[in-house]
């Protein structure tokens, strides 16, 4: 837990913000079906589409690494919404009902799902021929991790978002989800993070990985009670 104020009071009101919304999100998922009709009435609102649209214009793809903010599912659903087809990268979860029920949600709204087992081939060409991957970004992990600083402290990050990028010569967009008020949200695409393939593969998985964590505590700073 990263202490975030000092004030015992603020501190409160955030944690009970922040158990309110992830409350809410559980049950947003559960009616994704129909998120759709909520997107159309202008219910969720994109920033920063001109990033992926310059991309699309180009032919080129992106990672599209996400944070679990606000109701972060409706990230790649506004996405697709949006005219921009999404492709996950999928783990199982323990629960079998629960890990179709997921599944089923996302294919519901559009978006593709690769199994984790086996992806790579997948993931590196789909992204060479200019589609999105939504990957979230900002699970502590151990194993072939990345060290990187998340509010003055170390924190081992996924190094799988860099890599792909720096393999596949796509930039990684840190995108978020925040929520105004109680039903309505804003989905926001950041400045592209630019893969430098002539540099050390190390060196710039680390300093991609490193920067998109510095956007994710930058977000976290300014809307504390969307954890």
């Known amino acids: 837990t990263v202490k975030l104020t000092t004030s015992l009071w603020v501190s409160v009101r955030i944690a009970r913000r922040a158990y309110f919304n992830i409350a809410a999100a559980g049950l947003e998922f559960l009616r994704f079906r129909r998120l759709r009709a909520v997107f159309d009435a202008g219910y969720i609102r994109v920033e920063g589409l001109e990033h992926i649209r310059r991309l699309a214009a180009e032919g080129r793809g992106a990672v599209l690494a996400a944070m679990h903010s606000g109701s972060w599912e409706i990230s790649g659903a506004a ?11 999928t783990g199982v979860q323990h629960n079998p009902r629960v890990d179709a029920l997921i ?15 086996g992806a790579l081939k997948q993931v590196f060409r789909r992204l060479g021929r200019g589609e999105f991957l ?3 970004a900002d699970q502590h992990i151990a194993g072939d991790s990345v060290t990187v600083n998340f509010f003055g402290r170390p924190c081992a990050a996924p ?4 890599a792909f990028a720096w393999k596949t ?10 929520r105004e008020g109680t039903a309505r949200h804003r989905v926001i695409l950041l400045e592209p993070i630019m ?3 002539a540099r050390d593969r190390d060196g710039e998985i680390a300093r991609i990985t490193q920067a998109y964590t510095a956007v994710f505590e930058k977000v976290i700073r300014e809307h504390p009670v969307m954890l």
């Open 169 to 178: 010569g796509v930039p990684v967009i840190p995108f978020v989800t925040v």
């Open 195 to 197: 893969p430098d393939q």
């Open 159 to 162: 190094k799988g978002p860099a």
């Open 103 to 117: 599944n089923a949600m996302r294919r519901a709204i559009g978006v593709d799902l690769i199994p984790r087992d």
């Open 79 to 89: 996405l697709v919404f949006s005219g921009f087809p999404m492709f996950y990268v």
């Open 134 to 136: 939504g990957i979230v």
